[in-house]
């Protein structure tokens, strides 16, 4: 079993005491699925979410993402039954900004109202006072959209000042965004798609850099489809990998503000992911890694 050190180093949040293990765990797939509802109702087997949970802790990962949409409610109450008492170093990174229609359908949901809601979902289902960190999610299907974000920050900004949120971060959005936001609170992690095949915001990446805020990707496996590339393959097979494998410790050489969460809800493919975060990476292979065309799919 890995020890904690050795899981992708450690990163601490501006302006806080939060040091957290590069390496995370998503917990989104904790859910079920229910017909073509993806991330909905119950997993087939709860008992082995609530084993896979404790693994990661005893391995130690002490940065979860999840959210209360993811099932709705399910994800975190996995988490409460599987985790608590919740170990004293566990941060819990948990997102608002969105609802789950009838038909598994995701709806923008940034109102006040359904702002204030969504935290007071996220407190009970977790059972906790306050959470450490909630990221806004906001719109956009196919990657962050350019939209107003002063009135849901504000909010967040409120309820951070009644004590119900320790620390904002943002999810799903622009440079812009993420100014205007900094103007209203103080952020300390931004959420977006990034990976070996998507990698829009490589400018963003060192730009948070500097200003010491983590960078969290999500779809971190993601891009190719699936995750395919004869380079990506050529390097893995060199380090007697796995091509998932390389893909997460690329994130984690990419850049030391880079925080992966990679979820999975099977004990095998976590314990995989998990040696992700030893897997040395030459220079030689990770210029070919970054030589990797994301526009196009590879065979």
Request: net charge negative; with cysteine.
């Amino acid at each position: 079993m890995l020890q904690q050190q050795t899981l992708g180093g450690a990163f601490t949040l501006p302006g806080t005491s939060l040091t957290v293990n590069r390496m995370g765990y998503g917990a989104m797939q904790l859910a079920g699925r229910d017909g073509d509802k993806l991330v909905w109702g119950p997993p087939r087997d709860v008992d082995a979410a609530i084993c896979l949970l404790r693994e990661a802790i005893a391995s130690g990962i002490n940065h979860i993402d999840t959210s209360d949409f993811y099932g709705p409610h399910i994800t975190n109450q996995i988490i409460r039954k599987a985790l608590v008492p919740y170990p004293a170093d566990l941060l819990i990174v948990t997102k608002v900004g969105a609802r789950r229609s009838s038909d598994g359908g995701w709806i923008p949901a940034t109102s006040r109202d359904e702002l204030i809601s969504a935290v007071h979902d996220n407190l009970r289902n977790l059972a906790l006072d306050v959470l450490d960190v909630v990221n806004l999610r906001m719109p956009g299907i196919h990657g962050p959209i350019e939209g107003q974000i002063e009135e849901p920050i504000t909010v967040l900004a409120e309820l951070q000042q009644e004590g119900l949120v320790r620390h904002i971060g943002l999810s799903n959005v622009t440079p812009a965004q993420i100014e205007e936001a900094r103007q209203i609170a103080p952020i300390v992690c931004v959420q977006n798609q990034y990976n070996l095949a998507h990698r829009d915001d490589d400018g963003l990446v060192a730009d948070l850099a500097r200003d010491g805020i983590a960078y969290v990707p999500f779809f971190p496996l993601g891009g190719f489809s699936p995750l395919q590339s004869s380079t990506l393959t050529d390097v893995a097979a060199q380090l007697v990998a796995t091509p998932m494998q390389v893909a997460l410790a690329w994130l984690l050489h990419r850049s030391g503000n880079i925080l992966v969460i990679p979820g999975t809800s099977s004990i095998h493919h976590f314990r995989e992911n998990l040696q992700a975060a030893a897997l040395e990476i030459p220079s030689t292979l990770l210029a070919q890694l970054n030589a990797i065309d994301p526009q196009k799919k590879e065979n």
